[in-house]
T-cell receptor, first 112, second 115 residues
Framework: DAKTTQPPSMDCAEGRAANLPCNHS???????VYWYRQIHSQGPQYIIH???NNETNEMASLIITEDRKSSTLILPHATLRDTAVYYC?????????????FGAGTQVVVTP | EPEVTQTPSHQVTQMGQEVILRCVPI?????FYWYRQILGQKVEFLVS????????KSEIFDDQFSVERPDGSNFTLKIRSTKLEDSAMYFC?????????????FGPGTRLTVT
């Protein structure tokens, strides 16, 4: 069963912010929101995760709504190298070393 | 920066043959995983491994599959008798056992082609 819903694709202009939405309306109180990306057939790469507060690291920012039913990954200044499939995954905290279940993700294409 | 490595990058084999895919996880990591991705499809979990035994496996991971950590550095996936449908990218991942470490680190993958 899909726990998250993401648009299948989106385009973004180089240098602009890319805002990637994710719906997770059935998220439980102990589930984190994770974001990974996969650049053309390479191994998935961790981006960021959060529980309920907004998070920021050197790669991206994660904005989680107050009701936690949706979130947005923000790439502040998209580059051509950010072209990838982006996956939003929810997973319990207690399963921090268990499997990740990847969906179809959002294919992001950054154009010059 | 430490990284997960996988060999070979591409393996071609004939149906019915045995293949071994090799992975070297990050050195201080204790949890190990195999995932696969059939061309154009989702990344699928196969198996997780901790303390020299399987922690969890998916329905895909049937008796044709096995994993092993033969020494302190390698982690292998063996497919005993390959089928055409085993053609896929196989990703190894590892995780440091810490409640403050949430990410799994993935290797670059091995492309397995069964003919």
């Amino acid at each position: 069963d899909a726990k998250t819903t993401q648009p299948p694709s989106m385009d973004c202009a180089e240098g602009r912010a890319a805002n990637l939405p994710c719906n997770h309306s059935t998220i439980s109180g102990n589930e984190y929101v994770y974001w990974y990306r996969q650049i053309h057939s390479q191994g998935p790469q961790y981006i960021i995760h959060g529980l309920k507060n907004n998070e920021t690291n050197e790669m991206a920012s994660l904005i989680i709504t107050e009701d936690r039913k949706s979130s947005t990954l923000i790439l502040p200044h998209a580059t051509l190298r950010d072209t990838a499939v982006y996956y939003c995954i929810v997973r319990p905290l207690t399963d921090s070393w268990g499997k990740f279940q990847f969906g179809a993700g959002t294919q992001v294409v950054v154009t010059p | 920066e430490p990284e997960v490595t996988q060999t070979p990058s591409h393996q071609v084999t004939q149906m019915g043959q045995e293949v071994i895919l090799r992975c070297v996880p990050i050195s201080n990591h204790l949890y190990f995983y195999w995932y696969r991705q059939i061309l154009g499809q989702k990344v699928e979990f196969l198996v997780s491994f901790y303390n020299n035994e399987i922690s969890e496996k998916s329905e895909i991971f049937d008796d044709q599959f096995s994993v092993e950590r033969p020494d302190g550095s390698n982690f292998t996936l063996k497919i005993r008798s390959t089928k055409l449908e085993d053609s896929a990218m196989y990703f190894c991942a590892s995780h440091r056992r810490s409640v403050h470490s949430y990410e799994q680190y993935f290797g670059p993958g091995t492309r397995l082609t069964v003919t």
